[in-house]
């Protein structure tokens, strides 16, 4: 944990923060450019993640007053609020698909980013791992997200706990590089359905890594459930639907392209 400024007031969280966006929005412009994607559909993918960052961020603070309303009785938004990862990637995810479809709608030809959706979200999901990954070494240095007390050699110092804590931020930040390394492996073989492997894959662990955490979490209806394992049971079912989502629609588009080669 550093939870210090170091560089023109911006503390490692912050840096991090921005490192892995910028990677991001990297990633994004390298894999539309291999996959040939219209400049045009890189341009309005890139203004969605820009976009979807903005109101993430507004939407992760939200969320976790939200949280502290269920644990504590009272909504209250200031500095002092905190965030939750959740919150950002539901709100970031909603905006991105409002300026994809109706930026698309506007300034694609017809049904060209309905066409390369799929595949664009197969780009998206590595990029979304690799900020995430970024994201979660943020938080090891600020000190939030932290684990349990512990007297274990692998344990670090938090300053604030004037404890050894576990470093669960440390532990998903390698389980999102790994897994980032293994969608972009995906993608560079052709395979689809890369969303739904990032979210119902990060749903899992972050279901179990939640035991492992002893910030306050907050409550839910269900009394054994953290909001955070709740949230990754219904995103788990989420990518889950999401693999018969795409498959479906691509034996559709596979249908029609078929019979228009068929017509007279």
Not at 36 to 50: D, E, H, T
Not at 131 to 139: K, N, S, T, V
Not at 178 to 206: C, D, E
Request: aromatic share 16%.
């Amino acid at each position: 944990m550093y939870p210090y400024d170091i560089f023109l007031g911006l503390d490692l969280y912050q840096i991090c923060i921005a490192v892995g966006f910028f990677l991001a929005l990297y990633y994004l412009r390298l894999w539309g450019d291999t996959r040939k994607f219209p400049a045009r559909l890189q341009n309005l993918c890139i203004a969605g993640a820009v976009v979807a960052v903005i109101v993430g961020a507004g939407s992760a603070i939200v969320m976790q007053g939200f949280y502290n309303h269920l644990a504590g009785g009272a909504f209250q938004i200031s500095r002092s609020t905190g965030a939750t990862f959740y919150g950002g990637l539901i709100g970031g995810a909603l905006a991105f698909l409002a300026v994809y479809f109706i930026g698309g709608h506007y300034l694609l030809p017809k049904g060209l980013a309905g066409e390369r959706f799929f595949e664009m979200s197969e780009i998206a999901a590595g990029s979304i791992a690799i900020a995430h990954a970024f994201g979660r070494f943020g938080c090891l240095f600020a000190g939030c997200c932290h684990g349990q007390v512990t007297d274990a050699w692998f344990g670090v110092y938090h300053v604030r706990l004037d404890a050894k804590v576990v470093p669960v931020q440390l532990y998903e930040a390698i389980f999102l590089l790994l897994l980032f390394g293994y969608l972009t492996f995906r993608l560079s073989k052709g395979k689809h359905a890369n969303l739904a492997i990032y979210l119902s894959s990060y749903a899992v662990w972050r279901f179990f890594a939640e035991y492992l955490r002893a910030d306050d979490r907050g409550q839910t209806v269900i009394p054994f459930l953290s909001p955070s394992q709740l949230t990754a049971l219904l995103l788990f079912a989420l990518g889950i639907g999401l693999v018969f989502l795409e498959r479906f629609l691509r034996q559709k588009q596979t249908c029609v392209q078929e019979g228009s080669e068929h017509e007279p």
